[in-house]
Every structure is written in structure tokens, then in C-alpha cells.
């Protein structure tokens, strides 16, 4: 399985961004696909996650009501819309996935994660 994410590049404070992820490789029909970031100097933290069913979407709370994961299955991708972003959002986004479902206790640590993309950089300036 590999992801390929892209999207990444600069805004300024307040702009939009969309990520996407598109998994290759794959042949399975249940997955919990996820976006964690990294910021310079600091871990790489959950940022949002979606089921395979793309119901009850799952966000960390510096994001929520600003950033929308979503997928499109004729595409076979995955969407991270960033709205109304801000400087402390400047990190590498890394989409990665899961060939399960990974339970809501779990969903928020990188090791639950069987699969990464290479990561794109957001830079957001003030």
C-alpha cells in the first residue's frame, strides 16, 4: 500500500488549503485513513480521521470547525480542507491508513498506523 499526499504549500493567515491523499495498492473494503502533522521542533500530533463508512469523522479540537476531512470514492481519495488557517498550522501533514477499524481510544496514536505517505509541508505566514 503506498499514499501519495499533495496539497501542501504557502498561505497566508485566514487562506484555504486542500490536501489529498489517494491510496494505491489496496484491495480491502474497511479502513480508518487519518492526517497527523508535524511541526519544526515538535511531535507529530492527530490531526483528523475518517472511517471507511465516512460517517462520524473524528478531529483534534485545534482544528475542529475549521478543517473537513472527506473522501471521494471514484477518485479514491481523501480530502483535508483547511479553512480559516493560521501560523501555529505551519507543519508537514502525513496522511497514513489502517487496514481495520482502529477503536476511538486508539485513533489518535501514530502506532495504530500501518501505512504512511511522504508527507507535504503547509506553511502559513501572518
Known amino acids: 500500500v503506498q499514499l501519495q499526499a499533495s496539497g501542501g504549500g504557502l498561505a497566508q493567515a485566514g487562506d484555504s488549503l486542500r490536501l489529498s491523499c489517494a491510496p494505491s495498492g489496496h484491495n480491502f473494503s474497511s479502513y480508518t485513513i487519518v492526517w497527523f502533522r508535524q511541526a519544526p521542533g515538535k511531535e507529530r500530533e492527530f490531526v483528523a480521521a475518517l472511517r471507511w463508512s465516512g460517517t462520524n469523522p473524528h478531529y483534534d479540537d485545534a482544528v475542529k470547525g475549521r478543517f473537513t476531512i472527506s473522501r471521494d470514492n471514484a477518485k479514491n481519495t481523501v480530502y483535508l480542507q483547511m479553512n480559516s488557517l493560521k501560523p501555529d498550522d505551519t507543519a508537514i501533514y502525513y496522511c497514513?491508513?489502517?487496514?481495520?477499524?482502529?477503536?476511538?481510544?486508539?485513533?489518535?496514536?501514530?502506532?495504530?498506523?500501518?501505512?504512511w505517505g511522504q508527507g507535504t509541508l503547509v506553511t502559513v505566514s501572518s
Open positions: 497514513a491508513l489502517r487496514e481495520a477499524v482502529v477503536i476511538r481510544s486508539r485513533i489518535r496514536v501514530a502506532t495504530s498506523y500501518d501505512y
